[in-house]
């Protein structure tokens, strides 16, 4: 085997928030990416809308940097990964194009469930892993403790003796400082390229084995039309060549590469050619997708097709069948919306789309909430208006018996919430695992007060979770949770424990009813608001429905009453984000998405329909 000496491919991983992005951004200023005076965003590499409104990143993107060395300049292609759970098909995906694998730890958080979850699939890829302890300016850190809990998960997890023995990195990502020994405290990343330059292993091929590049990702450009990321395994290949095209479906196609790029710092550069273990981006290839391979026309060798982790959570996505349908947005046919989810799964490994019975409407199935949340906030910023269902888990038969997706759950709170948190996780079915002092949210030097709460929980029982436990826990509790496989079902979950409000007319919403109204519940509109039949606009206090009249008039009366006093007296509604939104949402009820509205409804808008099938349910028959 021969060696790329003058190159080397790392992706970072970690939890959300542990600081891949912010090291990136110090990576590239210090490799002189940019000029001195360069007016650059600060995470510059989460660089779409969404990202940079939620601070996460999303999407897994590659970026080079050059490190001078002894024996020349050495191109580091460092692919940054999302830390959320929901994009973890980004992770999976990202490490199949590189030599080793950056695990950034927080100092003070330590290892969380998805810091497990990336550091297994690093394992499994057989990848070195090189621990980076971040941000140890926190005045909370703990870092010795740290450095044990990732050592006791890397053994628990498999790790061999080679990808144990590595040294360690400290680094403050925000300063741009790395050191080996904490002693002496960073000055700058030297460190950490150095560590790079030496334990990275190069990019190995046989120079007798014809071109073979393994399809990683997918990109458009408005000018080239499709773009296919590859890492290149074996042999070169040039600008403009023609390539066999090896379907996942097994078939074979000669197709030539139109254009051929190579990143530098963050920009696509055209190149003549590219070589074994670089990352090139090619344009020419209309259909192709993630996991296919490109070859040598002459001897083409597919190689195994990039397989990722299934879907966990699904819910319907289909037209807007309510009454104000088609007031803000462009593209509202069945039509529409099949064909752009239909392109969403191309660059979306992750995403699957199911028929339902219905015709215009999908379901779509993903990894969890926010990857669900976000494409329909895409979509909606498209001009696309939707009716969206309730996430559901997705099942799948095992050995015969039904079985559903569990999740481990990661819960710091302080000590004064445990025995509410312990009966919230207990009805949804939880099992404490694991429960220890924290030191997260304490302050240096304090005995802090709160408890790190370990869980598995089955999935079902953690959708709407995270609104019910923030309220319980004053917004001061952490969670998290990662997908931990399949275990039988477990029967029946209690789910939200109030009904809704609901309008039994259309009009426009009143003060002088929600006044009334807000004696029953908690209300989520306010005077003036559309309102139709079947539109959801409270929560009730007790646990069924509610039809209500949310435009009724007063009736004009002799006595007069100060309307300024009126206004004083109605508590501000509740704005539901669509995030929300679904997680609020039952089995019978549904999300209306439009460009500038986000509006809760019942499924079967008629109350005269949902009184006779709610009588139905209640007679015995029960739904199957
Ligand atoms: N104090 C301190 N803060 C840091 C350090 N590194 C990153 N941060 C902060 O941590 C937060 C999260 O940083 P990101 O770089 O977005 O984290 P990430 O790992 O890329 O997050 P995701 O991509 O969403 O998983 C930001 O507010 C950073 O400013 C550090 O070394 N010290
Ligand atoms: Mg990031």
Redesign the pocket.
């Known amino acids: 085997m021969a060696l790329r000496s003058d190159l080397r491919n790392i992706a970072i991983i970690?939890?959300?928030?542990?600081?891949?992005?912010?090291?990136v951004d110090a990576m590239l200023w210090q490799s002189g990416a940019f000029r001195a005076n360069q007016d650059v965003d600060e995470?510059v590499m989460?660089s779409n809308d969404i990202e940079r409104e939620r601070?996460?990143?999303i999407l897994a993107k590659n970026t080079a940097v050059v490190v001078p060395s002894d024996d020349g300049d050495v191109t580091v292609n460092v692919v940054?990964?999302?830390?959320?759970a929901d994009f973890g098909g980004e992770v999976e995906r990202a490490l199949a194009m590189v030599d080793a694998a950056l695990l950034?730890v927080d100092s003070s958080e330590g290892p969380l469930p998805q810091t497990r979850f990336v550091l297994r699939k690093a394992l499994e890829s057989n990848l070195p892993v090189l621990v980076v302890v971040?941000?140890?300016?926190?005045p909370d850190a703990r870092i010795d403790e740290i450095v044990n809990d990732t050592y006791d998960l890397l053994i628990e997890l498999g790790a061999d003796d080679t990808q144990v023995d590595l040294p360690i990195l400290y680094?403050?990502?925000?300063?741009g400082t790395a050191t080996l020994d904490l002693d002496e405290p960073g000055t700058d990343l030297r460190p950490l390229f150095d560590t790079i330059l030496e334990h990275v292993p190069a990019p190995t091929y046989d120079p007798d084995h014809p071109f073979q590049a393994m399809v990683t990702n997918l990109d458009a450009s408005p000018y080239l039309g499709r773009l296919a990321m590859c890492r290149i395994q074996h042999g070169t290949i040039n600008r403009g060549q023609t390539v066999a095209w090896c379907r996942a479906d097994g078939t074979i196609e000669s197709v030539k590469l139109s254009e051929l790029y190579l990143t530098e710092a963050l920009d696509r550069v055209p190149a003549e050619s590219a070589g074994p273990g670089d990352l090139m981006a090619v344009a020419g290839i209309a259909d192709v997708t993630i996991g296919e391979t490109l070859a040598d026309v002459n001897d083409p060798r597919p190689l195994p097709v990039l397989t990722v982790d299934e879907p966990s959570l699904g819910m319907t996505l289909g037209v807007n069948t309510s009454p104000l349908a088609g007031r803000d947005g462009t593209k509202l046919t069945a039509r529409q919306i099949e064909s752009r989810l239909k392109s969403e799964l191309i660059g979306n490994v992750s995403l699957r789309v199911l028929p339902t019975e219905r015709p215009d409407t999908w379901e779509v199935q993903g990894r969890g909430e926010l990857q669900l949340a976000i494409l329909v906030e895409n979509l909606r910023r498209e001009g696309f208006e939707l009716t969206v269902g309730k996430p559901q888990v997705v099942t799948k038969e095992i050995d015969g018996s039904l079985h559903e997706p569990f999740e481990r759950l990661s819960i710091d709170v302080p000590q004064d919430y445990v025995g509410v948190v312990t009966q919230l996780l207990g009805l949804r079915k939880g099992r404490m695992e694991r429960m220890l002092a924290s030191s997260t949210g304490g302050t240096a030097g304090s005995s802090s007060g709160w408890v790190r709460m370990d869980y598995r929980v089955p999935a079902r029982g953690l959708i709407g979770l995270r609104t019910e436990f923030l309220t319980e826990t004053r917004g001061t509790g952490i969670l998290h949770h990662v997908f931990d496989g399949y275990e039988p079902w477990q029967g029946e979950l209690r789910t939200r424990p109030n009904g809704s409000l609901v309008a039994d007319r259309s009009g426009a919403a009143t003060q002088f009813a929600l006044l009334n109204l807000q004696e029953r519940g908690q209300l989520f509109i306010s005077p003036g608001v559309e309102v139709y039949e079947g539109m959801i606009v409270g929560e009730n206090s007790r646990s069924e429905d509610m039809d209500v009249n949310p435009a009724k008039e007063k009736k004009l009366s002799n006595v007069r009453s100060a309307t300024g006093d009126e206004l004083v007296r109605l508590a501000p509604p509740r704005a539901m984000s669509l995030d929300q939104a679904l997680e609020f949402i039952r089995e019978d009820e549904a999300v209306e998405v439009t460009p500038g509205a986000v509006r809760l409804r019942k499924v079967e808008l008629a109350a005269t329909v949902r009184g006779r099938t709610a009588k139905r349910a209640k007679g015995g028959g029960a739904p199957v």
């Not at 970690?14 to 090291?23: E, F, N, P, S």
């Not at 940054?80 to 959320?84: A, I, L």
């Open positions: 970690a939890h959300v928030d542990h600081g891949k992005t912010t090291l995470r989460d601070g996460i990143t940054d990964t999302p830390g959320h950034l971040n941000k140890i300016d926190r680094t403050n990502a925000l300063s």
